[in-house]
């Protein structure tokens, strides 16, 4: 109905608002807490969909390759974690909505 697309259209432009915001975060310190999230939760896990995070994998050595160069200081990943966990969180949000939004006639 008209009246849901209206109102997933401006749910979609406020979250789009809010990913931009933290968007432009500093990508870096993302990267280096991403990297320190994924060695303590993600790279010791068994199974096939887990493989790419393994230390030795290609993913996590770059990573790691990256902030050596150009993280100074990385703060434990538990520090600035809710921003990661809401970035995500808002970005998946963001798509459910969009795919309801195109299914509204």
Not at 78 to 98: R, T
């Given at each position: 109905?008209?009246?849901?697309?209206?109102?997933?259209?401006?749910?979609?432009?406020?979250?789009?608002?809010?990913?931009?915001?933290?968007?432009?975060?500093?990508?870096?310190?993302?990267?280096?807490?991403?990297?320190?999230?994924?060695?303590?939760?993600?790279?010791?896990?068994?199974?096939?969909?887990?493989?790419?995070?393994?230390?030795?994998?290609?993913l996590m050595r770059?990573?790691?390759?990256?902030n050596e160069r150009?993280?100074?200081?990385?703060?434990?990943?538990?520090e600035g974690q809710?921003?990661?966990?809401?970035?995500?969180?808002?970005?998946?949000?963001?798509?459910?909505?969009?795919?309801?939004?195109?299914?509204?006639?």
């Amino acid at each position: 109905s008209h009246n849901n697309k209206n109102l997933l259209g401006e749910i979609i432009d406020e979250l789009d608002k809010a990913v931009k915001m933290f968007s432009k975060e500093n990508k870096r310190e993302v990267f280096c807490q991403a990297e320190q999230e994924l060695k303590k939760k993600v790279s010791g896990l068994s199974g096939a969909k887990f493989d790419h995070f393994r230390i030795d994998k290609k993913l996590m050595r770059n990573l790691n390759k990256y902030n050596e160069r150009h993280v100074k200081t990385c703060k434990p990943a538990d520090e600035g974690q809710d921003e990661i966990l809401l970035h995500a969180f808002l970005k998946n949000l963001l798509g459910c909505v969009k795919s309801a939004y195109s299914q509204v006639k």
